[in-house]
């Protein structure tokens, strides 16, 4: 977590600090897991006092979910900014998905406590979890929608809607491949979620129409 180094002695003080408790809480909520980890046990590591915490976050789901949006606004931002030119929207899609599976496959046990806890927050955490899909889906719906301006999907479908029915489609793979025993394959995991997408893309396919008989 890097702290910016121009600022006043005061605020960057308390960015280091607020950085310390975010790399302290990565690491407990990774080996104990979410719910076995205290706020206690994160301010100990972060060398702070207990109260300190709660200056920073309100609560320790406010700390899991500043943690989820440091991590996967950074790997979406770079996975976007990366993609590959001229290439089909499978490939961008691969491409984006792609890179958040590669990032949970480094640290599986962050990944379960994103997962099995980031959906059932409470407000007002929850809505910086669905502002992350929201942000995701738009720009997912961008690329929909360049393909459908060029004639290449069907114009008649919603972009959003797809685009929400393929985060759907990854997120119930990502549950299935965390949830496996043994460990965990990017490849294998990225090549079914190539398989769902492909269907859901082919249902896109402009319609052309039925040639008429002749009588």
């Given at each position: 977590?890097s702290v ?168 119930a793979?990502l ?14 995991a ?19 129409p ?6």
């Amino acid at each position: 977590m890097s702290v910016a180094l121009d600022l006043p002695k005061r605020e960057r003080n308390k960015q280091e600090k607020r950085a310390r408790l975010l790399t302290a809480a990565r690491g407990l909520f990774a080996k104990k897991g979410f719910a076995a980890t205290t706020t206690a046990e994160v301010a100990a590591r972060a060398g702070v006092g207990a109260g300190t915490l709660f200056l920073y976050f309100a609560s320790k789901e406010d700390l899991l979910v500043d943690l989820f949006r440091a991590e996967m606004d950074r790997v979406i931002e770079r996975a976007f900014a990366t993609l590959p030119r001229r290439a089909s929207l499978m490939t961008e899609l691969l491409h984006v998905y792609g890179a958040m599976i590669e990032h949970h496959e480094r640290d599986p046990e962050l990944a379960r406590a994103f997962v099995k806890e980031m959906l059932f927050v409470s407000a007002p955490d929850r809505a910086q979890v669905f502002d992350f899909i929201d942000g995701l889906g738009a720009r997912v719906a961008e690329r929909i929608a360049l393909r459908q301006a060029r004639g290449e999907l069907d114009a008649g479908v919603s972009a959003q809607l797809v685009a929400e029915n393929l985060f759907a489609l990854f997120i119930a793979r990502l549950q299935k491949w965390l949830g496996a025993e043994g460990g965990l394959e990017a490849a294998s995991a990225l090549a079914r979620l190539s398989d769902a997408f492909a269907v859901q893309l082919r249902a896109l396919e402009p319609r052309t129409p039925a040639r008429k008989r002749r009588p």
